[in-house]
């Protein structure tokens, strides 16, 4: 079809050996284990770090799930969905985040002032706000940009590459969802998943991830139908041109005025 | 104040009327001092077009400059409050209070302001419709752009997305709305001829006579002489009509 290209996530195969966050920490060079900076906590839980920050593009989540059925420990791969209709990149002020090729969102960290509106308006609440200062706002955003500079050049995402299971996967967006497809199918069929599921085909546009999953997407915490907030589309559709229509008709009525009443208000009546 | 013109025996005698205190005036001062930057770095996120400025370090000095800003613009209403709280309780009682004259002044605006027909103009108190209706925006405004912009700068990330993303919408209405108000509020009180005495009174707190009986007639003679001479004025208009079509 495209040139699109996703990422495939088979969340079957995945042993949470969490290679594809050391791999991503190395090529991307972001922290790991700083001491005195980022320690490692043990908070009771294999999950670590607890969510995605600034220095953890992925990450994997981990959620227990059971159905009556049978107990399910659940591993995620979590990080940017590349979405389509990304709205970080409509209400990006700076263009930091942009559409680039294969259809990563991409990001330019030169560009971005810290405003935060990306990671607040993500349906998924992925970009991270690294807060240099509270007072004055100083700060940059970031998120995974898909290895641009290895995938554009040819090359597998550096999680992908990693990855000891085959759990993950790069290529042409079509063939990763033949792919899941196929999956999902093997794995209610013969693997004895019956709520096996593919996410990400159609969601806001398609997401640049494709994830093969063996529980409803709920026991994940992923969204089911994630939606493009309403507020962005009222913010950027609606208010931003009403406004500089306002300040257009504003100027012009004065400038209208101004002429009007130089022409008829005659100073000499005023007392 | 007597003035004298060169080679004349008349003299013009020039009675001025308080109008603001001097802390009204300093107050009125910071707010537009406050308000100009808040506008011109706040329209950076705003509008598409000022993408470069946006961008980078110099996204990030704006944001520094419209936050110094933000703290004198909010600190206008609390130094009023704290220092004249009586005038501040007087003057947003002033705003509230509308009657059928507000109707009559919006009727007669166009004829007076852009017209100049002086005879139009509905007596008005203190404050006349349209610098009501400034006041009240602004009031509204400020209150929006406090609760919403605190919001945005130390609530990021311990609220809700959604409830983020409604301070973002309602931070933009209130620039809207408050900007396009100041630019007619400057026309009316700088540019505008007629109004040439606003702007004398938030430099010295005063205005002449003639000025408060035209433009404040209820404030100048009081509430009810002002609607009497008005109604008498109406009646004499109407008289005067119909003998005018006949002839």
Request: hydrophobic share 40%.
């Amino acid at each position: 079809m495209t040139d699109r290209y996703a990422m495939y996530i088979d969340t079957s195969k995945c042993m949470a050996c969490r290679g594809c966050q050391v791999a991503c920490k190395q090529w991307n060079d972001l922290q790991g284990y700083v001491p005195g900076v980022r320690e490692t906590v043990n908070t009771g839980t294999y999950e670590n770090p607890l969510k995605l920050d600034p220095q953890t593009w992925t990450r994997i989540k981990f959620r227990e799930y059971d159905d009556g059925e049978r107990f399910q420990w659940l591993f995620l791969k979590e990080g940017c969905m590349h979405c389509a209709e990304a709205v970080c990149v409509d209400v990006c002020p700076t263009k930091a985040l942009k559409h680039g090729p294969h259809g990563i969102v991409t990001y330019e960290r030169e560009l971005c002032n810290g405003c935060g509106y990306c990671g607040q308006f993500c349906p998924f609440q992925v970009p991270q706000l690294e807060v240099l200062n509270r007072l004055t706002g100083e700060a940059k955003s970031s998120k995974c940009v898909f290895c641009q500079d290895r995938t554009t050049n040819g090359l597998k995402p550096a999680c992908v590459k990693t990855c000891p299971a085959s759990a993950l996967d790069w290529g042409d967006r079509d063939a990763m969802l033949d792919k899941a497809k196929a999956r999902a199918e093997l794995l209610k069929t013969e693997w004895g998943f019956p709520k096996a599921n593919v996410y990400g085909e159609a969601q806001l546009g398609g997401l640049g991830r494709i994830y093969v999953l063996t529980a409803p997407p709920s026991a994940y915490d992923l969204p089911e139908t994630p939606s493009y907030p309403a507020t962005a589309t009222l913010w950027q559709k609606i208010l931003q041109p009403v406004g500089h229509l306002a300040f257009g008709a504003a100027i012009v009525a004065s400038i209208t005025a101004f002429f009007l009443a130089r022409r008829n208000v005659h100073m000499e009546e005023v007392e | 104040m007597s003035v004298r013109l060169k080679d004349s025996k008349s003299v013009f005698q020039i009675r001025w009327i308080p109008k603001y205190t001097t802390l009204e005036r300093f107050l009125h001062w910071m707010h537009t001092a406050s308000f100009i930057p808040l506008a011109l770095t706040g329209i950076v996120l705003f509008s598409p077009w000022l993408q470069s400025v946006a961008q980078s370090e110099g996204g990030s000095t704006v944001r520094l400059v419209h936050r110094v800003a933000a703290i004198f613009f909010g600190g206008v209403p609390i130094l009023y409050a704290v220092l004249q709280p009586r005038r501040l309780v007087l003057h947003v009682r002033e705003f509230l209070k509308f009657s059928k004259y507000d109707l009559l002044w919006l009727k007669a605006a166009v004829p007076y302001y852009l017209l100049g027909r002086h005879s139009a103009m509905p007596p008005q108190p203190r404050f006349n419709t349209g610098e009501r209706l400034n006041a009240v925006v602004m009031v509204v405004g400020t209150i929006t752009f406090g609760i919403t912009g605190l919001a945005m700068w130390f609530g990021r990330g311990d609220m809700p997305q959604t409830l983020y993303q409604i301070m973002v919408i309602f931070h933009d209405l209130a620039f809207i709305v408050t900007v396009s108000m100041f630019m007619i509020h400057f026309y009316l009180a700088v540019i505008h001829p007629l109004m040439w005495q606003s702007l004398v009174s938030m430099r010295y707190g005063v205005v002449s006579e003639s000025y408060a009986r035209e433009h404040h007639a209820m404030w100048y003679f009081g509430d009810k002489r002002a609607k009497e001479m008005w109604e008498k004025h109406k009646a004499e208009e109407e008289e005067h009509q119909p003998a005018e079509q006949e002839g």
